[in-house]
C-alpha cells in the first residue's frame, strides 16, 4: 500500500486526508515515477529514475527508451518492459512504456515529456 500521488503532491480523498493506493494503482504510480524522474534527480537515492527525460528526441529515442525503461523498473518485481512507442507531434513529446506484469497482465505508463525546440534544447 502506498500514498496516491497527484500533480506531484499526495492525492486527498474525500475525507481530506491523503488517499492510498493499492494493487494495480499502486504498481503503475510506482511504475511511472521510476520512469518519469530523470535518473540523479532524487538526492536521498541518486539511481532512483530513468534516463527517459534525458534521452535525445530522434530517430534512436524509442530503441534507447526501452533500454532506459528495462533499466529503471529491473528490481520492479513481475514487471517487464514489452515495447515503447514515442509521439512527438503534440506540444510535448509523449512516451509509452507497454508492460507485462505477472498480477495484472499488460498495462501502459505514458509519459508526457517537454518538447525539445530544434537546437536539442527542452
Known sequence: MDTAISGGDFAVGANGLPRLVSGREELLQRA?????????SFCYEKELGSEIPLLEQDGEF??????AA??????????T?????????????VCTVALETDLYGSLEV???LPKEDASGDV
Open 62 to 67: 524509442t530503441l534507447r527508451a526501452a533500454e
Open 32 to 40: 511511472y515515477i521510476l520512469l518519469r524522474v530523470p535518473v540523479g
Open 81 to 93: 518492459v514489452s515495447g515503447v512507442q514515442a509521439d512527438f507531434s503534440g506540444q510535448n513529446a
Open 110 to 112: 505514458v509519459l508526457e
Open 70 to 79: 528495462q533499466e529503471a523498473l529491473r528490481d520492479l518485481a513481475g514487471v
